[in-house]
C-alpha cells in the first residue's frame, strides 16, 4: 500500500455504499471531481476496475464487491478505534446510524431516542425505517432492531421491548354488519385488511392458543404496506386489521376498535437491538446501549426490555 491507499479506499466505500459520487462526496467533504480522480487513480496502482460508471449510476464490478465484503468491516473497524481512542471528551460525540422496522420504530425505538438525544445532544442520530432484511455491516449501520428469531448468530443482541403481542381488532360497525368471528376459521368469510412487506410477500396471520399454532388464510379487498394504515382502514369499518397490541391499545380502551380472538394472540418475545461482535463499539452506540439497559432497569412492569409478559 501507498500512503494514499487508505483514504482511497475509504472513499471507494464510501462510494459504493451510496451508489453515487455526489452523496459520496458530499459525505467526504470532497469534490465529486476530485473524488473520481482518485478512484481512478486507485484503480490505476490496483490494476483492475472496481467501479462501474454510467452517466445516471454507479455500482461496484465484481472485483469491487469482492473487495467492499472485506473492506467494510474493517473501515469500521479503523473508524471505532480512532474514535474510542479520542473519546476524551465529557459527552460522546459522532454519529449513530440505526435501521429498524417501521413497528419497531413506532413502538421502541423513538421513546429511547427521545431519551438518548437528550442526554447526548452532540450526537447526531440517522434512522432508516425499514421493513426488508437489511444487512446492516454491508449497508453501515451501527446497529439494527428486529426479532430474535431473525438474528444472524454472529451478532450481540440487546433486548429493547418486553414481549410483544399482536391484536386482532375491528370497528363496532364493521362487526355489526358482518358478525363476529368466533374462532380463527371464522375469518375466512370476513374482510381482512392484510400487510405486503417491501420484498413483495404478504404478512402471514399466525394464531396460536395452548402451544398449537394455527395459519389462518386471510383474504380482503385491501392491502396495505404499513400497520399505520391497516389501523386508519380498520377504525373506517373496512374490515379487520392483525396489527402489534401497541398500535390499537388507545382505540381498543376508547371502544373505537373491539378486540377479538383475545386467547389466540399469546404473547411473544420481543425487540432486540444487535450489532456486529467487534472488539471496539463505537462511542455512539456504547452510549445508546446505556442508555436501552438504563430503561430496561427503570420500566415499570411488562413495558420495557426483560420485561415480564402482560397479558390482558
Given at each position: 500500500?501507498?500512503?494514499?491507499?487508505?483514504?482511497?479506499?475509504?472513499a471507494f466505500?464510501?462510494?459504493?455504499?451510496?451508489?453515487?459520487f455526489?452523496?459520496?462526496?458530499?459525505?467526504?467533504?470532497?469534490s465529486?471531481s476530485?473524488?473520481?480522480?482518485g478512484l481512478?487513480?486507485l484503480?490505476e496502482?490496483?490494476?483492475?476496475?472496481l467501479l462501474?460508471?454510467?452517466?445516471?449510476?454507479?455500482?461496484?464490478t465484481?472485483?469491487?464487491?469482492?473487495l467492499?465484503?472485506r473492506?467494510?468491516?474493517?473501515?469500521?473497524?479503523i473508524?471505532?478505534a480512532?474514535?474510542a481512542?479520542?473519546?476524551?471528551?465529557?459527552?460522546p460525540?459522532?454519529?449513530?446510524?440505526?435501521?429498524?422496522?417501521?413497528?419497531?420504530c413506532?413502538?421502541?425505538l423513538?421513546?429511547?431516542?427521545?431519551?438518548?438525544?437528550?442526554?447526548?445532544p452532540?450526537i447526531r442520530?440517522e434512522v432508516?425505517?425499514?421493513d426488508?432484511?437489511?444487512?446492516?455491516?454491508?449497508?453501515?449501520?451501527?446497529?439494527?432492531i428486529r426479532f430474535?428469531?431473525?438474528?444472524?448468530l454472529?451478532?450481540?443482541?440487546?433486548?429493547?421491548s418486553?414481549p410483544?403481542r399482536?391484536a386482532?381488532v375491528?370497528?363496532?360497525?364493521?362487526?355489526?354488519r358482518r358478525?363476529?368471528?368466533?374462532?380463527?376459521?371464522?375469518?375466512?368469510?370476513h374482510?381482512?385488511?392484510r400487510?405486503?412487506?417491501?420484498?413483495?410477500?404478504?404478512?402471514p396471520?399466525e394464531?396460536e392458543?395452548?402451544?398449537?399454532?394455527?395459519?389462518?388464510?386471510?383474504d380482503?379487498?385491501?392491502?396495505?404496506?404499513?400497520?399505520?394504515?391497516?389501523?386508519?382502514?380498520a377504525?373506517?369499518g373496512?374490515?379487520?386489521g392483525f396489527?402489534?397490541?401497541?398500535?390499537?391499545a388507545?382505540?381498543?380502551?376508547a371502544?373505537r376498535?373491539?378486540?377479538l380472538l383475545?386467547?389466540?394472540?399469546?404473547?411473544?418475545?420481543?425487540?432486540?437491538?444487535?450489532?456486529?461482535?467487534?472488539r471496539?463499539?463505537?462511542?455512539p452506540?456504547?452510549?445508546?446501549?446505556?442508555?436501552v439497559?438504563?430503561?430496561?432497569?427503570s420500566?415499570p412492569?411488562?413495558?420495557?426490555?426483560d420485561?415480564?409478559?402482560?397479558?390482558?
Amino acid at each position: 500500500m501507498v500512503r494514499d491507499d487508505l483514504s482511497d479506499l475509504a472513499a471507494f466505500a464510501a462510494v459504493a455504499r451510496h451508489r453515487s459520487f455526489r452523496r459520496a462526496a458530499a459525505e467526504l467533504a470532497l469534490s465529486p471531481s476530485a473524488l473520481s480522480h482518485g478512484l481512478r487513480g486507485l484503480e490505476e496502482r490496483m490494476g483492475v476496475r472496481l467501479l462501474n460508471r454510467t452517466t445516471r449510476s454507479v455500482a461496484p464490478t465484481e472485483a469491487g464487491a469482492v473487495l467492499l465484503l472485506r473492506l467494510a468491516p474493517a473501515l469500521a473497524d479503523i473508524a471505532a478505534a480512532v474514535e474510542a481512542a479520542s473519546a476524551t471528551a465529557a459527552r460522546p460525540t459522532g454519529t449513530l446510524r440505526l435501521n429498524a422496522p417501521r413497528s419497531a420504530c413506532r413502538l421502541v425505538l423513538m421513546p429511547l431516542l427521545s431519551r438518548f438525544l437528550t442526554l447526548h445532544p452532540e450526537i447526531r442520530v440517522e434512522v432508516a425505517s425499514d421493513d426488508a432484511l437489511t444487512d446492516i455491516v454491508g449497508e453501515g449501520f451501527d446497529a439494527g432492531i428486529r426479532f430474535g428469531e431473525r438474528l444472524a448468530l454472529d451478532m450481540v443482541a440487546v433486548p429493547v421491548s418486553g414481549p410483544q403481542r399482536f391484536a386482532v381488532v375491528a370497528a363496532p360497525a364493521y362487526l355489526a354488519r358482518r358478525g363476529i368471528p368466533e374462532a380463527p376459521a371464522d375469518l375466512a368469510g370476513h374482510a381482512c385488511l392484510r400487510q405486503r412487506f417491501p420484498g413483495g410477500s404478504l404478512f402471514p396471520w399466525e394464531l396460536e392458543r395452548d402451544g398449537v399454532m394455527e395459519a389462518v388464510a386471510t383474504d380482503g379487498p385491501l392491502i396495505l404496506g404499513d400497520q399505520d394504515l391497516i389501523r386508519l382502514a380498520a377504525l373506517d369499518g373496512l374490515g379487520i386489521g392483525f396489527l402489534f397490541e401497541g398500535y390499537v391499545a388507545d382505540d381498543l380502551a376508547a371502544g373505537r376498535l373491539v378486540r377479538l380472538l383475545s386467547p389466540w394472540c399469546p404473547p411473544f418475545p420481543g425487540f432486540h437491538l444487535y450489532y456486529p461482535g467487534r472488539r471496539q463499539v463505537p462511542v455512539p452506540l456504547r452510549a445508546f446501549l446505556d442508555v436501552v439497559r438504563e430503561a430496561g432497569r427503570s420500566a415499570p412492569f411488562g413495558a420495557g426490555p426483560d420485561a415480564p409478559p402482560v397479558c390482558p
